[in-house]
């Protein structure tokens, strides 16, 4: 493999290429990274490799000439060459991508700076853009080096083990299980006895659940792309009864104050289908308690009429699932009751955050609002779902965040609360399995 590295600042590569694996890989002749100053291919005395952007703005662009002329020497018309740009707003690199990347016989790989570079590099000369993750960095140089490292794994004889990159974290989707070393015990800690008995097949097993295990307690997005057989499935179900992350998240379903379709304010019905539905994802995904906001006395009797009967009655008997779901509803007159019953459980108030179909500024994204949830503070959350249309004004005003919409690919923006409600809490609570 080799790997050709524009760059204003060459003397990066010094230190990262010159020891460990790479080095050796250098040496076998397995790899060759080389890498090339863009200011070598500039036409001026100063070397200048940038400029003003077209239409004003602040900072500087790479300029096409410089860079062109690079690739332009350096691609190889006799091997299968790629060229890669880094830049933030590529592809997110990945332990799949870097095993595409190994099946290629040259990798040109731009640095970028500055502002970025002249449009008309991506149009002209780059293949795939990539990022190694949300973050700024003043320079793709630090990309760069992590691309050639992971890239390299993935090639034959560069790691003295053959196995090694199988053996590897994301190896199958998943993290690495548990290893250990001499000696035996230190500090009352010891190894696994499994790792122990020389019984490898009991040894294999051991490995495959930590790893499940490991994955699904700090990783559990990747369970959604790992490969995965039915005895894996059994070992994340026995983890969701023992193991599960701890989070408090509460959702009210609020009947009033809501808007009619002439934006009044107004008190919804009950609807028997909404409960039972959002009730079922509920429990599904978690959720501690689902409170119905009715202040209507009539229509409190009927909900009251309707838990009992699933709950209490000859529903509880007829339908055990349905019974379970259901009892996690509550009803509540207002929705200040539900504030006070959460901070009286909880022992603070609750984060709301409120949903509605129709955008606003400054509202929050579903991984955003995840991290708050699934973060180490563990605060309580209430979520608000509207019915009618929507939640009035005052409840929107007095809100900790405000939620994203629901959206497709289309402008269609007329969910049912139901679907609603178990689109958002997959996005919140998903363990992708």
């Given at each position: 493999?080799?790997?050709?590295?524009l760059?204003?600042?060459?003397?990066?590569?010094?230190s990262?290429f010159s020891f460990?694996?790479?080095?050796?890989?250098?040496?076998?002749g397995l790899?060759d990274i080389?890498?090339?100053?863009?200011?070598?291919h500039?036409?001026?005395?100063h070397k200048?490799v940038?400029?003003?952007?077209y239409?004003?703005?602040?900072?500087?662009?790479?300029k096409?000439?410089?860079?062109a002329?690079?690739?332009?020497?350096?691609?190889?018309?006799?091997r299968?060459s790629?060229?890669?740009?880094t830049?933030?707003d590529?592809?997110?690199?990945?332990?799949?991508m870097a095993?595409?990347l190994?099946?290629?016989?040259?990798?040109?790989?731009?640095c970028?700076?500055y502002?970025?570079?002249?449009e008309?590099?991506?149009?002209l000369?780059?293949?795939r853009?990539i990022?190694?993750?949300?973050?700024?960095?003043?320079?793709g140089?630090?990309?760069?080096?992590?691309?050639?490292?992971?890239?390299?794994?993935?090639?034959?004889?560069?790691?003295g083990?053959?196995?090694?990159?199988?053996n590897d974290?994301?190896?199958?989707?998943?993290?690495?299980?548990?290893?250990y070393t001499r000696?035996?015990?230190?500090?009352?800690?010891?190894?696994p006895?499994?790792?122990?008995s020389?019984n490898?097949?009991?040894?294999?097993e051991?490995?495959r659940?930590?790893?499940?295990?490991r994955?699904?307690?700090k990783?559990p997005d990747?369970?959604d792309?790992?490969i995965?057989?039915?005895?894996?499935i059994?070992?994340?179900?026995?983890l969701?009864e023992?193991?599960s992350?701890?989070?408090k998240?509460?959702i009210?379903?609020?009947?009033?104050?809501?808007?009619?379709?002439?934006?009044k304010i107004?008190?919804?019905a009950?609807?028997?289908?909404?409960?039972h539905d959002?009730?079922r994802?509920?429990?599904?995904y978690?959720?501690?308690?689902f409170?119905l906001v009715?202040?209507n006395l009539?229509q409190?009797?009927?909900?009251?009429?309707?838990l009992?009967?699933?709950?209490?009655g000859?529903?509880?008997?007829?339908?055990?699932?349905?019974?379970?779901?259901?009892?996690?509803?509550?009803?509540r007159n207002?929705?200040e009751?539900?504030?006070?019953?959460?901070?009286?459980?909880e022992?603070e108030?609750?984060?709301?955050?409120?949903t509605?179909a129709?955008?606003?500024?400054?509202?929050?994204?579903?991984?955003?609002?995840?991290?708050?949830?699934?973060?180490?503070?563990q605060?309580?959350?209430l979520?608000?779902?509207?019915?009618?249309?929507?939640?009035?004004?005052e409840i929107?005003e007095?809100?900790d965040?405000?939620?994203k919409?629901?959206?497709?690919?289309?402008n269609?923006n007329h969910?049912?609360?139901r679907?609603?409600?178990?689109?958002?809490l997959?996005r919140?609570?998903s363990?992708?399995?």
């Amino acid at each position: 493999m080799r790997y050709d590295i524009l760059t204003i600042f060459p003397e990066f590569f010094e230190s990262p290429f010159s020891f460990g694996i790479l080095k050796k890989a250098q040496e076998k002749g397995l790899l060759d990274i080389q890498t090339h100053d863009i200011r070598e291919h500039t036409e001026d005395k100063h070397k200048t490799v940038d400029d003003t952007p077209y239409g004003g703005g602040g900072g500087m662009l790479m300029k096409i000439a410089p860079l062109a002329s690079a690739i332009e020497d350096i691609k190889s018309t006799s091997r299968k060459s790629l060229v890669v740009l880094t830049t933030p707003d590529g592809e997110k690199f990945s332990d799949k991508m870097a095993r595409e990347l190994a099946e290629y016989e040259q990798i040109i790989i731009i640095c970028g700076r500055y502002e970025g570079v002249d449009e008309r590099i991506r149009e002209l000369y780059v293949d795939r853009e990539i990022s190694i993750g949300d973050y700024v960095l003043s320079g793709g140089e630090n990309a760069a080096s992590v691309i050639v490292e992971s890239v390299s794994r993935f090639i034959p004889g560069v790691l003295g083990n053959a196995l090694s990159p199988e053996n590897d974290s994301f190896n199958q989707g998943l993290l690495e299980h548990p290893q250990y070393t001499r000696p035996e015990e230190f500090k009352e800690s010891k190894v696994p006895d499994v790792l122990l008995s020389g019984n490898h097949g009991e040894i294999d097993e051991w490995r495959r659940k930590e790893s499940i295990k490991r994955t699904f307690k700090k990783r559990p997005d990747m369970l959604d792309n790992a490969i995965l057989k039915n005895e894996d499935i059994e070992v994340i179900k026995k983890l969701k009864e023992t193991d599960s992350p701890t989070f408090k998240l509460y959702i009210a379903l609020i009947h009033y104050p809501v808007y009619n379709n002439r934006f009044k304010i107004i008190t919804t019905a009950f609807t028997n289908l909404d409960v039972h539905d959002i009730a079922r994802s509920a429990v599904t995904y978690g959720v501690k308690s689902f409170y119905l906001v009715q202040p209507n006395l009539e229509q409190q009797k009927l909900v009251n009429r309707v838990l009992k009967h699933w709950t209490e009655g000859e529903g509880a008997s007829f339908n055990k699932s349905r019974s379970e779901a259901l009892n996690l509803v509550a009803l509540r007159n207002t929705l200040e009751d539900v504030a006070l019953e959460i901070e009286e459980i909880e022992g603070e108030k609750p984060v709301t955050i409120v949903t509605d179909a129709r955008s606003a500024d400054n509202m929050i994204g579903f991984e955003g609002l995840r991290e708050l949830i699934f973060s180490e503070e563990q605060k309580p959350y209430l979520l608000l779902l509207g019915t009618g249309w929507g939640l009035a004004q005052e409840i929107m005003e007095r809100a900790d965040y405000r939620l994203k919409p629901v959206s497709g690919y289309t402008n269609y923006n007329h969910l049912s609360v139901r679907s609603a409600a178990a689109i958002i809490l997959d996005r919140l609570l998903s363990c992708k399995i």
